[in-house]
């Protein structure tokens, strides 16, 4: 079978070559729209999150029959013709659960104990603190929108810091009693939250979730910390929110100067160890297809509301 990785690093060559033996495999460290400049006949892509895949991209990819997002955000692959030609659709689901959480609380210490700060004067030989008094984490309330992987993961962390932990989510899951989580509403959680963590996809549903009314329901000291996807808060308030903000991603870059905005580029998942997950998952979505087997991860994209037509994948 002809397979095109695009987006690669060398580790990430010889991972597919040593597993994906016997097939036509052709490999690209560019994104699909710097590589793909003439119609070619691969019957499986699988790419990175740089990479937007268009209609006019479909065009040139006649023979496609499985398309592959090495992530879990799959917002850049939505295109009509994914469902008028039923290619099938897969991300790679739960590699991040304890990067991602992780890294959110890296991101929230920092905010709370001025870490960065206080390294920054060190090197320069400044070993004043008094302008750094911070605020503990234990007792406070930690509200979590989402409760997938990474959601699941962030209460666990949480529980271990001794925070109470609210949370919205679609579904209610085992976690909820497990834990002794509140599972409750969405303005609920946004009020009550000292600490307000987003771990949800970008969805129709989820795009603005975080518009100006709701924000309107954060306590003013409140910490948000979002490492998700930039569009769940509106674009505009992230110039005007007067909350900390403690990003990964953002729908507004201008906002990364502000003083109260910890911006990191998009980095929470880059762990050695959740690099391999990827890896490996992906391997097996793409060996899963090619057995003709079901298809893991295998993902029902909603574009009813797009294109007027039902789901498919």
Not at 25 to 39: P, R
Not at 62 to 71: A, E
Not at 201 to 206: E, I
Not at 216 to 236: F, M, S, T, Y
Request: charged share 25%; aromatic share 10%.
């Amino acid at each position: 079978m002809k397979i095109a990785f695009y987006e690669t690093k060398p580790e990430e060559r010889e991972f597919f070559s040593d597993r994906l033996v016997g097939h036509d495999l052709h490999f690209f460290e560019g994104t699909i729209n710097e590589e793909l400049k003439e119609e070619a006949d691969f019957e499986v892509v699988s790419l990175f999150v740089h990479s937007r895949v268009t209609d006019d991209v479909l065009a040139k990819l006649p023979k496609l029959r499985y398309l592959q997002t090495r992530s879990t955000g799959y917002d850049h692959i939505k295109c009509k013709a994914l469902y008028e030609r039923g290619v099938l659709v897969s991300n790679v689901a739960g590699y991040g659960g304890p990067a991602v959480a992780e890294f959110a609380f890296s991101l929230l210490l920092n905010a709370t104990r001025h870490t960065w700060k206080a390294l920054q004067r060190a090197k320069e030989g400044i070993f004043e603190y008094g302008d750094l008094k911070g605020t503990e984490l234990y007792g406070k309330r930690l509200g979590i929108l989402g409760l997938g992987t990474i959601g699941s993961r962030m209460a666990h962390i949480a529980k271990g810091f001794g925070m109470r932990v609210s949370v919205w989510s679609r579904t209610r899951k085992p976690i909820v009693e497990e834990l002794g989580l509140d599972f409750t509403t969405l303005e609920t959680v946004l009020k009550s939250s000292d600490v307000l963590m987003i771990a949800l996809p970008l969805t129709p549903a989820t795009r603005n979730l975080i518009d100006e009314e709701r924000a309107k329901l954060l306590k003013e000291d409140a910490v948000v910390v979002n490492i998700a996807r930039g569009e769940i808060i509106q674009k505009e308030l992230y110039t005007t929110l007067p909350n900390i903000l403690c990003l990964d991603v953002t729908a507004d870059f201008s906002c990364i100067a502000r003083s109260n905005v910890l911006y990191t580029p998009h980095m929470a998942y880059y762990t050695k160890e959740a690099l391999w997950r990827i890896m490996e998952i992906s391997c097996e979505n793409i060996e899963a297809f090619v057995g003709g087997g079901p298809l893991p991860n295998c993902l029902k994209l909603s574009c009813e509301k797009e294109y007027g037509q039902k789901d498919g994948s």
